[in-house]
Each structure stands twice: as structure tokens, then as C-alpha cells.
């Protein structure tokens, strides 16, 4: 009995504790919406610097979705820590939408962080994926004691990126807007969760109801908005906009984080237009989206992340984020020395080595070109003109769901031997070879309808013969309306000839000697990616029956001076 009741005191005592370092409070924003903040404190009447986190997770989720379990960390070294709940979610009041009010908002918290008696006027802000994408936006309103961001895993420019990444991310749109954010559409479980059964709903826009059980407003909205258009311009950041920003940043990432891309443009933008651009750092690991921010180190439990994918992780993978973290901001809050870091420290896959290197500053890599060859191969040499041919029949697409954590590096082999993939593959390597920043398809081809997709996959074939997954994303895609830019949309003429290029964006990865290269593309892959029903028409309000399509793949030169081929930058010799 004795153990309990001190039990029971040691817990009150913890809670007290909790308790007085501890309070909640609603900040009033400029259209009179209130936004709940979270602030923690080891003394109440000392002026300290204040680490500032906006989510709209939740500020207490017990998912790897924000920074609340840093709090104590940050407290015991003499900081201020705060989290504040997005507008529309969590306990703030009014609606969530994306990106629409974060800068006006995130200005407004921190011009009331800095009222406040245990603020010293300096705010840095923590945060990733979301909550580091709203970093820059508030940053580029240049609000007054803003003194230095830390946008890890930051997202990148809509449609070509989030939420559609070329084509439309459907099963990730849902699962993100019902599931994840923390807004009154909430939901732990779904009403249909087979994605067999999804295929028969039409239009899309009603899916929602089908799948979640409810309308869910935001996932509407993005169907409605299928180009850049305004609605998504609001927070594509121009030259201008980073000029506006006079601040340091460090970001971490990692090359199995689908943010990757999104976060090396912000960094390059900064370091091209913010006028402090020697004080810009970026990492980037062989980490996911969820760990980068921690180094390669679990979210939650704080244990070493051994495995990614089917690849086990060299311990030399690991870094102290945490401390390089509060090294940042000892500099930029307290006036501290300056880290001496270099401005990138990059980890090689494959070679598994870091490298404090200025390749993605300056990149002067050779581009160089593998070209793909009938009878799937692929070669250094010029092909002879030739083709192929793909068939996609909508009501049968391609599963993505048959591998699970496609983003990471998983074998592929269980899709390379279906009929409607075409597969390359090279010679075995007789020198390693390292590939390092964009990887990009160029693709001539041909159908027989208006509009389909192009997948793409980028595999290294190990000596065992497993085809693993290389980039940052579960696929590559580019849905062929959107080939002349993703602010229109333009149907194809059936049978015309046409160029498309895929973005693949960066890699930094070494093919060992003894190791293939190998490519595989498609025209489906659901539901990670909605089945084009190759009608051309409005992807939100198309009801009309799907269109089987064939395309022709065309090799070597033709008259429209296409070529298909993958480009690619190394500084290495490429030895077959």
C-alpha cells in the first residue's frame, strides 16, 4: 500500500510540476479568429527566447507529427517552448485551409508571443512537413523577432508537387485531409477501406462519402483546383518573397522523404534571393519524412532507425539533430558562435559516406544519358529506331498497395514481370557509379486517347538480383495533360507523337560495381494514384465510361526529335 501512495504522490508531484511550467492561451488574429497556443516554461517572470512550432496535427498528437515531447529539452536550456494550433484545427477556432491563412496568422502569433513578459523579443520556429513549409511563408512577411526558421521536410510547389505530384495522390489526399489533420472531418477508421470498391464511384468528388463516410470539404476543394490557379499560387513563393527574408534556416531531409524535393528548391530559392545567403544549412540523410528532422533517430521513441525499407542503415547514418538544433539556435536566439559548419552535409546511399560538399550549390557534374533500347535494355549507345507498346485498361490498374512503404527502398520484383510494365535494364557495372541531383525521363511516345498517365520507377539490381526502389517518392509520374506545364491542361490528339519529360528531382546515390541499373514504366498506380479513365475529361466531375488505351513507345530518332532516354548527372565514368 505504501508503494501506491507514494506512487500516487510522485505522479501528482510530476503533474504540479507539469502544471506550473505549463499554460494554454488564445491568441486573438487580425479577423478576430482565436488560435490556441501551448507555451512551456521553467520561470514565468525570466524574458527568454521563444522556440515557436504551428501545426495543424494537434498539439499533443501522439503521432511523429510535431515537437510537443521536446518541450522539457528546450526549457531546461534556457529557451521558451510554444506550439500553436492552425487555424481550424485542434482547439483554434475558424476553418483550415491550405496555406491560406498561415503567414497573416503565424505574423500575428509571434507579434503576441513578443507582448508577452516571458519573451525576450527573439522567436525561432521548429517544424517539418507542414509546419515547416508554413515557416517560409511567415518568414517571408518578415515579422518583427523572427530571428531564424528550421523548415525540415518542407513541401514543394503544388500539383507538380502536393498535393497532386502530376497526376493526383488519391488514397494520400484522402488519408491526409480524414486522418491526419486535425480539423472537426477527423477520423480514426474509414466506411470503406478497400480500394477495389473505389473504382466503381463516380464522379471522384463523391468519393469522399464512400470511402470516409462523410463529405470532406478540403478534399472537394483540391479536385476543383487541378492547375495552378490562384487558389494555389497564394503560396508559391517568388524571388521577390525570399528577398523579403533576412534570417538564417536549417532544414533536415532525407532521400526517402517525399518532401525531399520540396525542401532542396526552398534552400537553393534562399540561398539565391534571402539576403543572408551564406546562413542557410541543409542535411540531408537516409532518412524518412518523419525521422530527417531527428537525424535518423525514431520520432518518438528515440532509438536508432536500423532498417529503411529492405535496406539496413550504416550507424554512420546517424546525427545528434537535437544538439545541431539547439547549436542553431544559440546562435541565432542567444548570440552565440556561429555554427561552423559547411552550408550542405549530404549522405551518399549506397557508398554510404557523408560529404560537407557544395555539389548542391554548385553542381558541376556532367549531364549524361542511358538511353532505352527495344528489347529493354538500357545503353550508353544511340539506339536504331524501333518501338514498343503499353495497353492500360482503367478498371484493372496497377496496385500500389501490393508493396507496403513504397516511399522507402523496397524490391520491386513482385511488378516487374506483369504485361503492362515495360522493364530496362543495364549491363552489370564494372566501376561503381554515382549519380547526384535531378533524375529526369524524357519519353516519346503515342495513344489512342486524350489523356493518360506515365509511371515511373528507378531501381538499383543488387548482386542477389532485388530491384530496389532508388528516389524519394513511392513513384514518379506525369498525367499527360499536364506536359506543356501544370498551370493547364491539354488533351492530346489520339495517335499524334509527343515528348514528355518525368521529374524524378534529386538523387544521391552510388551504383556499386557488380550492381544494375534498371527502369520500369506504366500507366497506373492505385489508388496512390487515381486511375485515369483516359477520357480527358474533368478528373473531379468525370462520369463517363473509362477508355481502354494503347501506347507506342518510340526508340531512337523520329521526326519530331524526341528521344527517350533518362538524363542524369555524375562525375564519374560510366563503365559496363
Given amino acids: 500500500m505504501r508503494f501506491y501512495i507514494n506512487f500516487f504522490l510522485l505522479i501528482l508531484g510530476i503533474n504540479a510540476e507539469i502544471a506550473k511550467n505549463f499554460k494554454n492561451d488564445l491568441i486573438q488574429m487580425r479577423d478576430g479568429i482565436k488560435i490556441s497556443i501551448d507555451i512551456y516554461t521553467k520561470n514565468w517572470s525570466e524574458r527568454q527566447p521563444v522556440i515557436l512550432e504551428i501545426t495543424p496535427y494537434g498539439k499533443k498528437s501522439g503521432m511523429a507529427t510535431n515537437f510537443h515531447t521536446e ?10 517552448f510554444a506550439i500553436a494550433e ?14 491560406t491563412n498561415e503567414a497573416d496568422d503565424g505574423y500575428d502569433i509571434i507579434s503576441w508571443i513578443n507582448k508577452q513578459p516571458w519573451s525576450n523579443g527573439k522567436v525561432g520556429m521548429r517544424g517539418y512537413s507542414f ?8 518568414a517571408a512577411k518578415n515579422p518583427p523577432g523572427l530571428s531564424c526558421i528550421t523548415p525540415s521536410a ?21 488519408n491526409w485531409i480524414s486522418k491526419r489533420l486535425k480539423t472537426k472531418h477527423q477520423l480514426s477508421n474509414w466506411a470503406n477501406e478497400d480500394p477495389s470498391e473505389w473504382l466503381n464511384i463516380k464522379p471522384l468528388q463523391n468519393l469522399d462519402i464512400f470511402v470516409t463516410g462523410k463529405a470532406l470539404p478540403l478534399y472537394r476543394k483540391i ?10 499560387k497564394k503560396f508559391v513563393m517568388k524571388p521577390i518573397n525570399y528577398s523579403n527574408i533576412n534570417i538564417p534556416s536549417l532544414a533536415f531531409t532525407g532521400w526517402y522523404d517525399f518532401a525531399l524535393t520540396g525542401t532542396i528548391m526552398r534552400f537553393k530559392q534562399a540561398l539565391k534571393y534571402t539576403k543572408r545567403k551564406n546562413d542557410h544549412f541543409i542535411i540531408i540523410g537516409p532518412y524518412n519524412h518523419y525521422h530527417a528532422p531527428h537525424g535518423g533517430y525514431h520520432a518518438i521513441t528515440g532509438k536508432p532507425i536500423e532498417k529503411v525499407g529492405d535496406i539496413f542503415l550504416n550507424k554512420n547514418s546517424l546525427l545528434p539533430a537535437l544538439n545541431l538544433t539547439k547549436e542553431f539556435f544559440n546562435w541565432c536566439l542567444k548570440d552565440g558562435t556561429r555554427p561552423s559548419w559547411n552550408q550542405t552535409k549530404i549522405y551518399i546511399t549506397g557508398s554510404n559516406k557523408w560529404h560537407d560538399r557544395s555539389d548542391l550549390i554548385n553542381n558541376n557534374y556532367k549531364e549524361k544519358y542511358l538511353y ?14 524501333d518501338r514498343d507498346f503499353l495497353e492500360y485498361d482503367p478498371s484493372e490498374p496497377v496496385r500500389s498497395d501490393l508493396i507496403q512503404n513504397l516511399e522507402y527502398p523496397v524490391d520491386l520484383n513482385l511488378y516487374l514481370n506483369r504485361s503492362d510494365f515495360l522493364i530496362y535494364t543495364s549491363d552489370k557495372l564494372k566501376k561503381s557509379l554515382t549519380f547526384f541531383d535531378d533524375l529526369k525521363l524524357e519519353l516519346t511516345f503515342s495513344s489512342n486517347v486524350k489523356d493518360t498517365d506515365y509511371v515511373f520507377f528507378f531501381m538499383d539490381v543488387d548482386k542477389n538480383g532485388k530491384s530496389i526502389k532508388v528516389g524519394s517518392m513511392p513513384s514518379n509520374q506525369l498525367r499527360t495533360r499536364y506536359r506543356y506545364g501544370f498551370d493547364k491542361e491539354i488533351l492530346m490528339e489520339k495517335n ?12 544521391g546515390h552510388t551504383f556499386l560495381a557488380g550492381h544494375r541499373l534498371r527502369i520500369a514504366i506504366t500507366n497506373s498506380f492505385y489508388p496512390m494514384i487515381n486511375a485515369n479513365s483516359n477520357t480527358g475529361n474533368p478528373i473531379s466531375t468525370d462520369t463517363d465510361e473509362p477508355i481502354k488505351s494503347k501506347q507506342t513507345i518510340y526508340y531512337g530518332k523520329w521526326q519530331n526529335n524526341g528521344i527517350t532516354r533518362i538524363i542524369f548527372k555524375t562525375k564519374d565514368r560510366i563503365v559496363f
Fill in 223 to 232: 479536385l476543383n483546383h487541378s492547375t495552378l490557379d490562384d487558389y494555389w
Fill in 86 to 99: 492552425s487555424r481550424g484545427t485542434g482547439d483554434s477556432e475558424g476553418e483550415f485551409d491550405i496555406f
Fill in 154 to 174: 518542407a513541401l514543394g510547389n503544388p500539383i507538380e508537387h502536393f498535393p497532386y505530384y502530376g497526376a493526383f495522390f488519391l488514397s494520400g489526399a484522402l
Fill in 131 to 138: 509546419a515547416g513549409t508554413n515557416q517560409w511563408l511567415i
Fill in 372 to 385: 532505352l533500347v527495344k528489347g529493354g535494355h538500357l545503353s550508353t549507345k544511340y539506339p536504331k529506331s
Fill in 496 to 507: 499524334k507523337m509527343y515528348n514528355i519529360t518525368i521529374n524524378m528531382n534529386q538523387i
Fill in 71 to 80: 518541450a522539457s529539452f528546450w526549457t531546461e536550456n534556457g529557451f521558451v
